[in-house]
């Protein structure tokens, strides 16, 4: 048996995020993307925690539900503090198996920050430090560096990450069973660091609004419960993940955005590099990070299933492109007009879930629903045959289904 899990989102209460992110559009949302558990998110957060004790049930075996939907209690909070003689800041995704768990977590705290301002709340401590402090509330909590490479927030980051997990955690590294890509980075990408043989590579989607839930996730093997996720943490226990293009994520490459300068890390020169028209330093991407610590090149292959593996045993990943972007795309309308709603709603309620249509349904079926032009570009993104401008510096990367004049996918 296997489950499609989303374990990074937020709620309505976290800022910069939609107010439509409630329980029941959640649900709602997870039946059309195929996703069969999700992360509560934000339970940190005073008013929201409230709202989860208020609409979710308990399902056993440590999982929450809500109309039909899987939930298991999480949320994202943001380490900052000294540690190395510098100011980190390491976003960390939190895992507990109860209610009265969360309750206790959140009394523990709400010493070192204001849980209330925000439900990506800002705690005044070491990620090892907090590890330490849940780990005493409840042995069984589970922690994931959240999008581990992005360069402010990531725990491989540019600009306030640490060079292996042993310098962030310290005692506490053996607790650590898994990181989050993040959008910038995919699992190849991560096999290069040896460090990170021992752990899960994981991806989810960080999502800031409904379309965007299930963007990235990972389909676990086993059934849903919260010891089995540990144990598939353990063991890597994963069939696949199933990942956005990483140069469409907004710090593949380095760069700096207000003066439009982009550069591959092979571009990148000296040991203060900097922006040739306004002399600022470049934000250094997720790749030029990735070249400073990798330990090895990895060889990968892409299967005729779709599934990009490697020789050495890992679980591999396929790459997506939402179906929303691809009706757009073969419509030539914005992504968000009503007439691309209308086609993905179509579309699934004929051919089921959008993550079994981009990665399981047939072309003809797909051509008899949406048309043979989407048909294509489901196709397309199925052989990785697309164009990309890589992102930089918080701009977003674009991917084009059909060729734009940005760079060929290699």
Request: charged residues 25%.
């Amino acid at each position: 048996m296997t489950y499609a899990a989303d374990l990074h989102i937020h709620s309505g209460f976290a800022r910069g995020t939609s107010k439509d992110l409630t329980f029941d559009n959640m649900a709602h949302w997870a039946r059309l993307k195929g996703i069969d558990l999700l992360a509560s998110a934000d339970f940190t957060h005073p008013g929201w925690f409230d709202e989860t004790r208020r609409t979710l049930s308990e399902a056993g075996d440590g999982l929450y539900e809500h109309d039909g939907v899987k939930f298991i209690l999480g949320t994202e909070v943001n380490c900052n503090a000294e540690q190395g003689g510098r100011n980190r800041r390491v976003h960390m995704l939190v895992f507990a198996p109860s209610l009265s768990v969360v309750r206790r977590i959140n009394l523990a705290l709400s010493a070192k920050g204001k849980l209330e301002a925000d439900g990506r709340p800002t705690l005044h401590m070491t990620p090892r430090d907090l590890v330490r402090t849940l780990l005493d509330v409840d042995e069984r909590c589970l922690f994931i560096p959240a999008h581990a490479w992005t360069p402010w927030f990531g725990v491989f980051g540019s600009k306030s990450g640490f060079d292996s997990l042993q310098e962030c955690f310290g005692d506490e590294a053996e607790h650590i069973l898994a990181i989050e890509t993040g959008l910038s980075s995919e699992p190849a990408m991560n096999w290069r660091v040896p460090e990170l043989d021992t752990r899960s590579i994981v991806s989810f989607s960080d999502a800031h609004s409904l379309p965007k839930l299930g963007r990235e996730l990972t389909v676990f093997e086993g059934e849903p419960s919260f010891d089995g996720l540990s144990a598939a943490l353990r063991t890597q226990a994963i069939s696949y993940t199933a990942e956005f293009f990483p140069e469409e994520g907004k710090y593949h490459f380095s760069g700096h955005r207000k003066c439009g300068v982009r550069y591959s890390p092979a571009e990148v020169g000296g040991d203060d590099p900097r922006c040739p028209e306004c002399r600022r330093k470049l934000t250094l991407g997720v790749m030029h990070r990735l070249e400073e610590l990798a330990g090895r090149e990895v060889a990968t292959r892409a299967g005729p299933d779709g599934l990009t593996r490697a020789d050495n045993g890992r679980p591999p990943f396929r790459m997506l492109v939402a179906l929303e972007q691809i009706l757009a795309e073969s419509l030539g309308i914005g992504v968000q007009t009503k007439g691309v709603r209308r086609a993905y709603l179509a579309l699934v309620s004929e051919l089921g879930p959008e993550l079994s249509i981009l990665t399981e349904a047939s072309l003809p079926d797909i051509a008899l629903v949406g048309g043979e032009k989407v048909a294509e570009g489901v196709g397309r993104v199925r052989l990785g045959d697309i164009s990309i401008e890589p992102g930089y510096d918080g701009q977003y990367g674009r991917v084009s289904v059909w060729p734009t004049g940005g760079m060929k996918r290699p």
